[in-house]
C-alpha cells in the first residue's frame, strides 16, 4: 500500500505512521506526498525522508529540481542602503531528512507525488529542525506536520515565502502547513530601515526572487517599526499590497 504524506497531517498523524512503519523493521515503502509546489520559483521545503533528486526518473516531477541550503544571514550595507541577506548554497539535489530547504521544480506541482522505496524517519515536534545563525539571530525553522503558532510582535518576526515566490511577514499567530519551513528572528537584532532578500552563495549574491514576477519594477522590502514594507518604484505597500505612501 502507499502511505499518504498530505501536509495537512498532525505531528501525531506522523507519529503513527513511525509507528506503522518503523525504521528497525528493515522495510522500505512507497509514499505519496502531498506539498504543492510553484514551478520555476523557489518553495520552502521540509520532509521526513531522505531525498537526491538526481537519482529519480527524468519523468519525476522533482527530478532536476534546484535545492539549496540555508547558509547563513549578514547584514552588510550595500548602496548606502543597510541589507539582511538570508544566504543559500546548492546542495548538489540532495535533501536530509527534518532538515529545511528551498527547492525550484521545473514545473508547478499541485498533486501528489509518488517516492518510492523510502523510510520515515522519526518526527518529534512541530517545530522538529532548525538551523540558527548566532551572530545574526535569525533562524529558519522545518515544520514537519501541520500546527499554529503565536509570537510577541513587539519582539519576534516570522517570515514566510507566500506563492508568488515573496517573503511575507505573519501577525502574531498563525497556521503553518507541513513539510515547509520559516524564517525567525528578534526585531531588535535587525536595524529599522533594514532590507531583506533571499541570496544565493555565489561570487556575487543573486536575489532569488528573481525579475520574471515583478515587471522589472525595481521592488525593495524592509523593516520599519517592527513590519515589513514593499517599495515599488515611488510607492510604499504593506505587505498585504495596500498603499500606505
Not at 45 to 69: E, G, M, R
Request: glycine share 8%; net charge negative; charged share 25%.
Amino acid at each position: 500500500a502507499v502511505v499518504e504524506l498530505n501536509q495537512n497531517l498532525s505531528i501525531d498523524d506522523l507519529k503513527q505512521l513511525n509507528k506503522n512503519h518503523p525504521n528497525d523493521c528493515g522495510c522500505d515503502i512507497d509514499v505519496n506526498l502531498v506539498r504543492p509546489l510553484r514551478g520555476r520559483m523557489y518553495n520552502t521545503i521540509c520532509l521526513p525522508f531522505d531525498l537526491d533528486v538526481k537519482t529519480l526518473d527524468s519523468n519525476h516531477p522533482y527530478y532536476n529540481a534546484t535545492v539549496l541550503a540555508f547558509a547563513g544571514a549578514t547584514i552588510s550595507t550595500i548602496n548606502d542602503e543597510s541589507v539582511l541577506e538570508l544566504n543559500f548554497e546548492s546542495t548538489n539535489g540532495v535533501i536530509n531528512h527534518s532538515k529545511p530547504y528551498l527547492i525550484r521544480p521545473q514545473n508547478d506541482i499541485s498533486s501528489g507525488v509518488r517516492f518510492d522505496n523510502i523510510t520515515l524517519q522519526p518526527v518529534y515536534t512541530f517545530l522538529d529542525s532548525r538551523y540558527q545563525v548566532i551572530e545574526d539571530g535569525v533562524t529558519y525553522w522545518g515544520v514537519m506536520g501541520e500546527g499554529n503558532f503565536s509570537i510577541d510582535p513587539s519582539e519576534d518576526v516570522v517570515l514566510i515565502l507566500v506563492e508568488d515566490n515573496r517573503l511575507a511577514q505573519l501577525p502574531s499567530g498563525g497556521h503553518i502547513d507541513g513539510f515547509r519551513g520559516f524564517f525567525y528572528f528578534l526585531k531588535s537584532l535587525i536595524p529599522e530601515g533594514t532590507a531583506v532578500r533571499l541570496a544565493e552563495r555565489k561570487n556575487t549574491p543573486t536575489d532569488l526572487q528573481g525579475t520574471e514576477d515583478i515587471d522589472n519594477l525595481d521592488i525593495q522590502k524592509f523593516f520599519r517599526e517592527g513590519r515589513v514594507y514593499i517599495r515599488m518604484g515611488d510607492t510604499l505597500y504593506n505587505i498585504n499590497g495596500e498603499k500606505v505612501e
